[in-house]
T-cell receptor
Framework: NAGVTQTPKFRVLKTGQSMTLLCAQD?????MYWYRQDPGMGLRLIHY???????AKGEVPDGYNVSRLKKQNFLLGLESAAPSQTSVYFC?????????????FGQGTRLTVV | DAKTTQPPSMDCAEGRAANLPCNHS???????VYWYRQIHSQGPQYIIH???NNETNEMASLIITEDRKSSTLILPHATLRDTAVYYC?????????FGAGTTVTVRA
């Protein structure tokens, strides 16, 4: 039972390059999330999705785009990477419901933009 | 969003109980309190959650005050593997908002 899997685990980009981070979950969860974590700080929500074909902005959405074409996958795109986007990115998923549901997290993608 | 306040750090002796406080004075009546932890920058791990009543599972106990303005996470017998950052979160709608958390160091 894989849970939440993130691909890739590590990546180094040059400023201006683009890339896509993939998150896949095998728990049939409706909700999926992308967070970023900078050194010494808590996680900040970038974008989230409450179902296939729907996405919404979180706290820090600028510079990122997302897509949820399949229920099990949530993609995070960086169109033109900047050094400020150097961070650890975490994906999470959960069952539906406003309350009383735990979120499961992936192991993170460590991205460095030089 | 309801905000939470946690001490930045605390130490605990191995084998002793660790009591982690959290203030959430602006919590509303239908908002749950969640606790997660993050070990060595891995993905956060769910510990426990509650609304009004005290809760216990195999990992920890959660004590919520009657006015719901604060709570305490209890790790009954801390081990070195419990060294982590612990996050107290009041869940709002679909999302979890993480603060800086409490860095707990368990010492032998």
């Amino acid at each position: 039972n894989a849970g939440v899997t993130q691909t890739p685990k590590f990546r180094v980009l040059k400023t201006g390059q683009s890339m896509t981070l993939l998150c896949a979950q095998d728990m049939n969860h409706e909700y999926m999330y992308w967070y970023r974590q900078d050194p010494g700080m808590g996680l900040r929500l970038i974008h989230y999705s409450v179902g296939e074909g729907t996405t919404a902005k979180g706290e820090v959405p600028d510079g990122y785009n997302v897509s949820r074409l399949k229920k099990q996958n949530f993609l995070l795109g960086l169109e033109s990477a900047a050094p400020s986007q150097t961070s650890v990115y975490f994906c999470a998923s959960s069952r539906p419901g406003r309350q009383n549901t735990e979120a499961f997290f992936g192991q993170g993608t460590r991205l460095t933009v030089v | 969003d309801a905000k939470t306040t946690q001490p930045p750090s605390m130490d605990c002796a191995e084998g002793r109980a660790a009591n982690l406080p959290c203030n959430h004075s602006t919590i509303s009546g239908n908002e749950y309190v969640y606790w997660y932890r993050q070990i060595h920058s891995q993905g956060p791990q769910y510990i426990i959650h509650g609304l009004k009543n005290n809760e216990t599972n195999e990992m920890a106990s959660l004590i919520i005050t009657e006015d719901r303005k604060s709570s305490t996470l209890i790790l009954p017998h801390a081990t070195l593997r419990d060294t982590a950052v612990y996050y107290c979160i009041v869940r709002v709608a679909y999302r979890l908002s993480f603060g800086a958390g409490t860095t707990v160091t368990v010492r032998a």
